[in-house]
């Protein structure tokens, strides 16, 4: 009956060693996903920020690429009229 007893004692032992590392495990793997959830929320706000200025910069360089336009369409007026000046004085 004693030798019952310790292979049931030693099969408690093996349980409760297995229940703490799975515990233990358990509390890692929460405590990585919070850790991972935040860096997440980080990240998620940090590309929403990088998408505005990629907007932002969006609208600048198609403000800039339209006022370059009317300025050479502006420069290809005054120099037609300068040609065709040069040509009435001619």
Not at 12 to 21: A, G, I, M, Q, V
Not at 30 to 58: G, P, S
Not at 61 to 90: C, V
């Amino acid at each position: 009956m004693s030798e019952v007893i310790r292979i049931r004692k030693d099969e408690w032992e093996d349980l409760r060693k297995d229940l703490e590392t799975f515990i233990k495990d358990y509390n890692d793997a929460t405590e990585q996903a919070k850790k991972l959830a935040k860096e997440n929320i980080t990240l998620r706000q940090e590309l929403e920020a990088a998408r505005e200025r990629l907007a932002t910069a969006d609208r600048k360089a198609a403000t800039d690429l339209q006022q370059t336009s009317q300025a050479i369409q502006k420069l290809r007026a005054d120099i037609s009229r300068a040609i065709q000046q040069t040509k009435k004085e001619a």
